[in-house]
């Protein structure tokens, strides 16, 4: 792995913002629908997620950790407010810049249908450079395949692959371009413990190792725990910081919101649910 | 959704159950059709246009019937009965000259005998024959119809021309116009022109006239003279004439009148009433052509419905599939196979009954337009009301409902079929290509088709057996779509991924997905590019054999020939090729005329000619026996049909003339090849006596030694301008002039197949549409790791492209063989061309991927404009 991190070049922490943060959302509002029915999914949040750091956003079913998500990565926008990727604000640029933005500075993890059923292993790995016509770089391709283990399966089609084998598959595509940060939206979702056990490892090294930024969506403290910190939300709203978490503190804070829950505050934010 | 579950519990049985349910099945039909209307509007048009064209066809065939029916009927209703030669010789075979049959001239001396037959108001003789108008620039008039000359009737009834202008003529050379006629040619009354009968006479127009209150019959041009100028020109000989027209007295019958007529007439004579000679002349006028034309057009119909089956089925396979997971719900609930099938098929006969219903409006509103529109480019069909018979709204509507149920009823048992476990299961296309049965019937249904087809074609020839064969070789192209489609996508599509990286690697890779859908989808468009490719072969083989024809018989080295429409023109005068031979450039001019007689009792076409100076302007190939002494008794035949009746030179060989003469004539030469020269060469001298109105169709002229084709050309011009400036051609100019038929003949297919290729092009907008729906999750997954729009866009189309190239090609190969096949089995005797024209099959290939980069359009759009949110979050 020595290997991975020395050739760590190209665009990683240094080219993020003077603050340090690779990714970051300033006063962020989404609002969804008009008057009456009108749904604050995100209600003023400010945050940063530093280089080279894993960051995981948690919090209750609808509280907008998943919109936020979509909207700091430049899949969804922002009602007001703006969102950063390094020094570029997304808000500027329209469908084909952040579409360009997305393959080339953006690694995703889905939770499920992340890869293209009738694209091979491989191909599917250099997806995002294909798009964008740039030349794999074959060496980092080809640790890339060694540290995710897939060597093996380069031939097959995702359909033959296990659930663990295909979220590993789209680790390594993320990967593939040396992107700057890496959003993962509960990519251990569909997971077995075990499987989804070696996906966040593989998230952890690809930060430690390889000095990649990592930002992963999930509301299981188990994997929060693998995130060098976390950040909680509820109603919209950033409400705790946490760093160096386990899983057990996540879990007791996590209780938190379920308590408040019950206290009669409904979970907002309709149709943002991951 | 309880009301299924409870009716699926029921034991079946139960009369309000069974009903119950049946509501049900309808219900979650119509849900369904309500929710994915977008879905099936690739099937409602199809079935929309396939309906309409084949009612509209109907409608306006009626209509046409019926207008020129009571036009007939109206412009004849004052003759009650005529009288005309018995004996009627019609020529088969191929060949040029009247297709209708030829009756001897009624002696006029008959009418005087008839008008003494009690009950007998008016007689009249009419005479009848070719008259070319020469319009006021000097050129022949063009016209799609017979260009008709005759005796101006004064007596009341038995016109059915009237003068609107002017008078009747009186003088000589005076003569009247129809007023179609009249204005296509600029002639005006006052005006002197040329009428060719075909020898040019000079004429004056006196009076103006419509053809009952049209201003002429169909197309026909007419030209009303005296009768003494109508004897002279158009009749072999003074004193005869085409017909006798006779009118009944108040209270006397047609039946009555025509009986007591009959009884007057001598032998070889005969007397029939108003209404048959009207009928007559009705259906060889316009019955035939509308026959034609309304069979050919029922037939493009059927080939856009068939293409629209292909299409309709597969709509419904894809929808079936796409909802396994709903109609697994429904089983799961409790709703039985019947009720799912119910349901699919409820949502069938919803748009099936919408789009008939609409195509039958569509087809009657086609009918009034192109009842508006035919005059107005110059088809002058009579006006009349709209003809709407039951039988032109049942046919469509049947065959409409057919088409849509029939498609969607495979689907719907599948869907019945559903295992109620599916609801658990990942819903997931087809991808299964060709199975081994599949590969297994459909290469032996190809190897059985291919055989006969070929087997039909060059041993033989035998049409049926062919014909049989290509539908079996098509059927076997339909059935090893499947297989097929896999290798020729992967084939086809290796460009694509290769020029357009990763986009057109995707693209190739999703018309691959499922093997099947891709097949039918392509076959839809292969259906319409074979027909398109037939006729293609048929049309460039035809303009092979005819080039072929004129190269090897044509030895002179200019042409004039006569207007080829029909029965239409008047033909080349007689006299023309004797005047040209006078010119101090010509070597040597011949003229070919036409006649008719009855060889051993089976009509043929006789070439009227001098047979010596022939041999010298057509390569007539090895003749035995001599051409130069045929003289008033002897003839000659071509090798090929001497053989087949049995005649050799030296034979003696009766004909009979349609004046009723039987004359016994020898053999004097047989002849290799017939080409230009036609099957039978009699001497003028011997045709004269049986002669009606001579005409030839071609004049042969060789220069003399020294003159330029140039030179030569412009002196013949020059000469034949008193004849009505005939085209002066050479040998290419002559074939390509013979050969333009075909090329209208070809567009008008084409125009008429560009209704089916629009559907089939329809089918791949649907399946892509459908498609794209069904892979909402994957492009908002490519979205979102940087596809742009335009590379999105580009996918979908270069998918649409793939399988467009994949059904054009399939076409094209499959059309080329058919029709090669189609021009061995109809070449009897074996001196066809065949021809593959590499442009024009170059360019069908080119349009149908560019039809299949326009068919990917709009979904390549609705691809685009996706939300990438929404299609990541879809379920």
Known sequence: ?274 | MNSPTRAGGTPAGSRSASTGAGRASLRIGLAGLRAHKRRFAGTFVAVFLGVAFLAGTMVMGDTLRASFGKLFADANSGTDTVVRGADEVTASGPGPGPGQGTREPVPTGLVDAIRKVPGVAAVAPVIEGAGELVKADGKSLDTRGPTVAGNWIDEPGLNPYKLVEGHAPKAPGEIVVNRDAARRGGLEIGDRTLLRTPDPVHVTVVGVATFGNEDGEGQTTYAGMTRADAERYLMPKPGEATTIKVRAGPGISQQQLTERVAKVLPAHYEAITGTQASDETQESTSGAFLDIFTTLLTVFAGIALLVATFSIHNTFAIVVAQRTRENALLRALGATRRQVLGSTMAEAAAVAVLATAAGLLGGIGIAAGLQALFPAVGFPFPKGALQIHVLALAVPLAVGLLVCLGSAASPAVRAGRTAPVAALRESATDTSGGSRRRAAIGLCTAVAGVAMTVGGAAAGPNLPLTALGAVLTLAAFVVLGPVASSVAVRVLGAPVGRLRGVTGSLARRNALRSPKRTAATATALMIGVAVVSVFTVLGASMKATLNQTVDRSFAGDVAISAQVYGAGGAGLSPQLATTVAELPEVQDSVGLGVGVAEVDGAGRRLTVTDPAALSRLLDLGKVQGSLAHLGTTQIAVAKDEADKRGLAAGSRVPLTFADGTRVDFTVGAVYDQAGLAGNYLISRAAWEPHRVQDKDTLVAIDFRDGVSTAQGKAAVTEAVTAFGSPDVQTKSEYATSSAAGIDTFLTLIYALLALAVLIALLGIANTLTLAVHERTRELGLLRAVGQTRGQLRAMVRWESVVVAAFGTAGGLGLGTFLGWALVKATDGSGTGAFAVPPLPLAVVLLVGVAAGMLAGWRPARRAARLDILRAIATE
């Not at chain 1, 959302?25 to 009108?38: E, I, L, P, Q």
């Not at chain 1, 939300?233 to 386990?246: H, K, N, Q, S």
């Open chain 1, 1 to 274: 792995m020595s290997g991975l991190t020395a050739r760590h070049t190209g665009p990683g922490p240094a080219a993020g913002a003077e603050d340090g943060t690779a990714a970051r959302v300033v006063d962020a509002a989404k609002v969804y629908g008009t008057g009456d029915a009108a749904v604050r999914a995100l209600d003023g949040v400010t945050v940063g997620f530093p280089a080279g750091r894993f960051t995981a956003i948690m919090g209750p079913s609808g509280s907008g950790k998943s919109t936020l998500m979509h909207c700091a990565a430049g899949l969804d926008s922002l009602s007001s407010g703006s969102a950063w990727i390094g020094g570029t604000e997304l808000g500027t640029l329209g469908d084909r810049q952040l579409t360009l933005l997305r393959r080339e500075r953006i690694g995703f993890v889905f939770q499920a249908f992340n890869l293209v059923p009738t694209l091979t292993v491989a191909e599917n790995v250099t997806l995002p450079l294909d798009l964008a016509g740039r030349r794999p770089d074959a060496e980092w391709i080809d640790a890339l395949i060694d540290v995710v283990g897939l060597r093996d399966r380069l031939r097959h089609r995702p359909s033959e692959l296990s659930g663990g084998q295909q979220q590993r598959v789209a680790v390594a595509r993320a990967l593939a371009g040396r992107p700057e940060v890496v959003f993962a939206d509960e990519p251990t979702g569909n997971l077995d413990s075990r499987s989804g056990g070696e996906v966040l490892a593989l998230l952890g090294r690809a930060v430690h190792d390889m000095g990649r930024t990592v930002v992963m969506v999930t509301h299981d403290p188990v994997a929060a725990a693998h995130a060098d910190e976390v950040v909680f939300l509820a109603d919209g709203r950033l409400v705790d910081m946490m760093t160096a978490p386990t899983a057990g503190r996540v879990l007791d804070r996590m209780k938190a919101f379920d308590t408040k829950a019950f206290d009669g505050r409904p979970a907002g934010g309709g149709g943002t649910s991951s």
